[in-house]
Nanobody, 125 residues
Framework: QVQLVESGGGLVQAGGSLRLSCAVSGRTFSTYAMAWFRQAPGKEREFVAAITRSGSTTYYADSVKGRFTISRDTAKNTVYLQMTSLKPEDTAVYYC??????????????????WGQGTQVTVSS
């Protein structure tokens, strides 16, 4: 069993920054590809960013490319999402996800092995 615990969400003004963290416990951290998804009120959950098991490759949704950065720290069993130049449309609950296979986009949602409980990010205009 794998447990994912997100932290770092909050309220920020447009143009500001936040860093989300996802602490992973249970199985070997390096076994899993990691990703961030988000879900805004009334909308479907969508892919934000992903990183391979080795950390050598990252993937981003077009809407966040150039503003968000995903990274992982094997020593701390933690994956991060650094968010800059935040916009009101980034407002959502952000979920951490872990899967044995590479995650590249929203099509992976149905097969994700583990989800975190989510952390709220609110960007005011």
């Amino acid at each position: 069993q794998v447990q994912l615990v997100e932290s770092g969400g909050g309220l920020v003004q447009a143009g500001g920054s936040l860093r989300l963290s996802c602490a992973v416990s249970g199985r070997t951290f390096s076994t899993y590809a990691m990703a961030w998804f988000r879900q805004a009120p009334g909308k479907e959950r969508e892919f934000v960013a992903a990183i391979t098991r080795s950390g050598s490759t990252t993937y981003y949704a077009d809407s966040v490319k150039g503003r968000f950065t995903i990274s992982r720290d094997t020593a701390k069993n933690t994956v991060y999402l650094q968010m800059t130049s935040l916009k009101p449309e980034d407002t959502a609950v952000y979920y951490c996800a872990a899967d044995l296979n590479t995650i590249r986009g929203s099509s992976a949602i149905s097969r994700i092995d583990y989800w975190g409980q989510g952390t709220q990010v609110t960007v005011s205009s």
